[in-house]
């Protein structure tokens, strides 16, 4: 489904990723994995268009995504769920969800309220507080606001870029709840984490970014097995 090849990405200074190779198979949940400054965030920036300085090859069921713009990336179904929630604080909670949708214009309102329901069943506190300002909720809250933000588009492929940042434990549960339904439902996700405890029960397969490229690539039960677990960044930094 998701195809990448030789991808490069940076900010003007240089590439930071460099040469990276990943798939991601229809219905899969896949980590990526790796120290602060490895490159995570640039790489889903790449994929969904945000970052433009990126070359190489990046395809969702053979589309091109390199040669796309962002809102095109949106409309062809990658969606990312940027790290810092980025809420439009002044905004209700029903009208950052509706920022969401952009995919869904020109449909009838039927579709859209449906995304509503989608969304607010996912996420039950949100729906109590549709009207209020996204910028009094509490940093849970505005994840789920986030998550749900995303999802309105109708999305293939979720991109999640540290969802779990700053949470209190039992919001993370409760983030964790609503994911794991997402991925029964087939939803195609892949999960930027640096916390093995939290990404490799979740996910399938992992791969792990040292330095701006693919250190190792392997599924996420055995990558949990390793005997080195508690220092392989340290470890995998050492042999790149």
């Known amino acids: 489904m998701l195809d990448v090849s030789g991808l490069c990405a940076g900010y003007g200074h240089g590439p930071v990723v460099q040469d990276v190779a990943l798939q991601v198979a229809r219905g899969e949940t896949v980590a990526l994995l790796g120290p602060n400054g490895a490159g ?32 095109a990336i949106v409309a062809a179904g990658l969606v990312q769920v940027p790290e810092g929630r980025r809420m439009f604080a002044p905004l209700s909670v029903q009208d950052n969800l509706r920022l969401g949708a952009v995919r869904l214009a020109g449909r009838n309102a039927a579709s859209l309220a449906g995304r509503f329901d989608y969304v607010y069943g996912l996420f039950p506190r949100l729906a109590e507080r549709r009207h209020q300002l996204a910028g009094t909720l509490s940093g849970g809250e505005q994840q789920m606001v986030a998550i749900g933000r995303a999802l309105m588009s109708s999305p293939r492929v979720l991109l999640l870029d540290e ?74 930094a050492k042999s790149t």
Not at 49 to 56: D, F, Q, Y
């Open 40 to 71: 995570k965030s640039t790489l889903l920036a790449a994929l969904s268009g945000t970052l433009r300085e990126r070359s190489g090859h990046a395809t969702l069921d053979g589309q091109d995504l390199i040669t796309m713009p962002t809102h």
């Open 163 to 236: 969802p779990f940042l700053g949470l209190a434990p039992l919001v993370v549960a409760e983030i964790r709840h609503a994911l794991t339904a997402l991925r029964e439902r087939g939803l195609t996700m892949v999960l930027v984490e640096q916390k093995l405890d939290i990404a490799l029960p979740f996910t399938s397969r992992a791969y792990v970014l040292v330095k701006g490229r693919i250190a190792l690539a392997q599924a996420s039960a055995e990558l949990a097995r390793r005997a080195d677990l508690g220092q392989l960044y340290f470890d995998l």
